[in-house]
């Protein structure tokens, strides 16, 4: 295979990747933010892009985070692309904290009802996985059934929080991409001004 591992990476290596990347968080968010400067489209299309990408991590619906990012960022007319680069919001390090805090936040808006464990999570999860693979709706709807408990006050609390989060980000790359125009007009207008042709 082109470009294949000539030592292919132990189980160790591929865990401390997950959680800490090769070029490390830092340098990653970096890429990350000059990947969406790049992006053929104006400031505020990509930031509602990454806006929408922020707010679909919130949601609770791992599998399918891409895709609502996406469907967010297409009916607010903003970028597609930038929706799916700002999913790197979305890591090992920040899922429980957002977890928790869509859980808890939402269980205070619903009133304290729910409790982290009335379901278990593990079986559940478990039983959901082999009635998608066996293509068995009656067993779907009934697994799932058991993780709406703990389900609805994430989906609850994501409501604010995630709003609260696109927001911000929306904001915070807006700022970022239109710094990035400037830097880029005044070295076209100061290299302008050195040629020794411009004034001719």
Do not use: C
Request: no cysteine; net charge positive.
């Amino acid at each position: 295979m082109l470009f294949k591992r000539r030592n292919p990476a132990s189980v160790a290596e591929r865990i401390r990747l997950v959680l800490w990347p090769r070029r490390s968080w830092g340098r990653s968010i970096r890429y990350i933010l000059l990947r969406l400067n790049r992006l053929p489209s104006s400031p505020h299309k990509i930031a509602v892009g990454a806006a929408a990408g922020v707010f679909a991590v919130f949601t609770p619906f791992l599998g399918v985070q891409l895709v609502i990012a996406a469907i967010l960022a297409w009916g607010l007319r903003g970028s597609v692309v930038a929706s799916f680069l700002s999913s790197f919001v979305g890591n090992p390090i920040t899922y429980p904290i957002i977890w928790f805090a869509t859980f808890n936040l939402g269980n205070v808006l619903l009133g304290g009802t729910a409790s982290a464990h009335i379901v278990d999570l593990q079986s559940r999860a478990g039983a959901l996985y082999e009635s998608v693979v066996n293509l068995q709706p009656d067993a779907i709807a009934k697994s799932a059934e058991g993780l709406w408990p703990l389900l609805k006050p994430m989906v609850v609390g994501s409501v604010p929080l995630g709003i609260f989060a696109a927001t911000a980000a929306y904001v915070l790359v807006r700022r970022l991409i239109g710094a990035a125009e400037a830097r880029k007009r005044r070295r076209v207008r100061l290299s302008r001004t050195a040629s020794p042709l411009a004034g001719r």
